[in-house]
């Protein structure tokens, strides 16, 4: 089946610890977001992806990064955790880009990602 | 500034019917999603909303008026597994997506 493939679902890390958390798609889709999602509230996109395109939110600190070798993969890196990044980590895609159409977008399982 | 308004919590009797309701401001509109997530999962799409009206899908319906900026999202005949939270998302004029906070349905039996 075509889906969105998160590793690994839970992931604990010390403060300041580098983490990266991964993303996978078999849906050929042009289009991945990273969205934060903490108890209780919206999700919050990081950044997206248009093919190779990076698209930075203007409120993403720089403490987060990604990176999109190919179509099929993505990566979130944090390069020095702190508590208050404790969160849900969602990956999504999309078949176009903005500008493009409303696209409905396809989620991965998260990762919870746990800092101590 | 861009804003979803969503009930932050609703209980409702299982067998019966819910509507949840959302309110929207935001620069332009391309349309209006819902989606369903239970609690530590990712969402999953349920219906997308473009024109006025009532789109019906089985046990699930949602409703737009892009005229008074509100939508709903009715869940008729429902079961326990529905006990989820129900994100109301908005595309703007740049086809950026706007998500509420989310609607955590309980469903007693």
């Known amino acids: 089946d075509a889906m969105v493939i998160q590793n690994p679902r839970y992931q604990v890390t010390q403060f300041g610890k580098p983490v990266t958390l991964s993303c996978s798609q078999t849906?050929?889709?042009?289009?991945m977001y990273w969205y934060q999602q903490k108890s209780s509230q919206a999700p919050k996109l990081l950044f997206h992806y248009y093919d190779k395109d990076f698209n930075n939110e203007a409120d993403t600190p720089d403490n987060f990064q990604s990176r999109r070798p190919n179509t099929s993969f993505c990566f979130l890196d944090i390069r020095s955790p702190g508590l208050g990044d404790a969160a849900m980590y969602l990956c999504a895609t999309s078949p176009r880009p903005a500008g493009e159409g409303a696209d409905t977008q396809y989620f991965g399982p998260g990762t919870r990602l746990t800092v101590l | 500034g861009q804003n979803i308004d969503q009930p932050t919590e609703m209980t409702a009797t299982e067998g019966a019917i819910v509507q949840i309701n959302c309110t929207y401001q935001?620069?332009?509109?391309?349309?209006l999603f819902w989606y369903q997530q239970h609690a530590g999962e990712a969402p999953t799409f349920l219906s997308y909303?473009?024109l006025d009206g009532l789109e019906e899908k089985g046990r699930f319906s949602s409703f737009l008026s892009r005229s008074k900026g509100y939508s709903y999202l009715l869940l008729k005949e429902l079961q326990m597994k529905d006990s989820a939270s129900y994100l109301c998302?908005?595309?703007?004029?740049?086809?950026?997506?706007?998500w509420g906070a989310g609607t955590k349905l309980i469903i007693k039996p």
């Open positions: 909303n473009v």
């Open positions: 998302a908005v595309t703007d004029s740049n086809y950026q997506l706007i």
């Open positions: 849906l050929n889709h042009n289009v």
């Open positions: 935001t620069s332009g509109f391309n349309g």
